[in-house]
């Protein structure tokens, strides 16, 4: 079994930053090769109070691809270490509305989609708070 492990969350004034990281470990099934995180695309969805979880940003296998929510682009950049199993979210200009809970999401299959739905994997969330 995949095991994703959210960290990087914090209190951050209004326009700063935060680094947010995400650690896979394990394996889906025997069907997927020993390197299924180089194949797979990694997410970052977040959860506010009282509202559903929505996507941030997505990076594929294929040529790297990134794409992101219209309310993050420009601000928020998507990344990934295959040696270390590992993708980050980089947090700029960080906005009171964008507190909420972040989740780390692996898709095996590389379907590049902005569905939660779509992924199989998810870490156990890191908290983003931003005071104004």
């Known amino acids: 079994q995949v095991q994703l492990v959210d960290s990087g969350g914090g209190l951050v004034q209004a326009g700063g930053s935060l680094r947010l990281a995400c650690a896979a470990s394990g394996r889906p099934s025997s069907r997927y090769p020993m390197d299924w995180f180089r194949q797979a695309t990694m997410g970052w969805f977040r959860q506010a109070p009282g509202?559903?979880?929505?996507?941030?940003?997505?990076?594929?296998?294929?040529?790297?691809?990134?794409f992101a929510a219209d309310s993050v682009k420009g601000r928020f950049a998507i990344s990934r270490d295959s040696t270390k199993n590992a993708v980050y979210l980089r947090l700029n200009s960080l906005k009171p509305e964008d507190t909420a809970v972040y989740y780390c999401?692996?898709?095996?299959?590389?379907?590049?989609?902005?569905?939660?739905?779509?992924?199989?994997?998810w870490g156990q969330g890191t908290q983003v708070t931003v005071s104004s």
């Open positions: 999401a692996a898709d095996p299959t590389d379907s590049g989609s902005t569905y939660s739905q779509e992924y199989n994997y």
């Open positions: 509202k559903e979880r929505e996507f941030v940003a997505a990076i594929r296998r294929s040529f790297l691809t990134t």
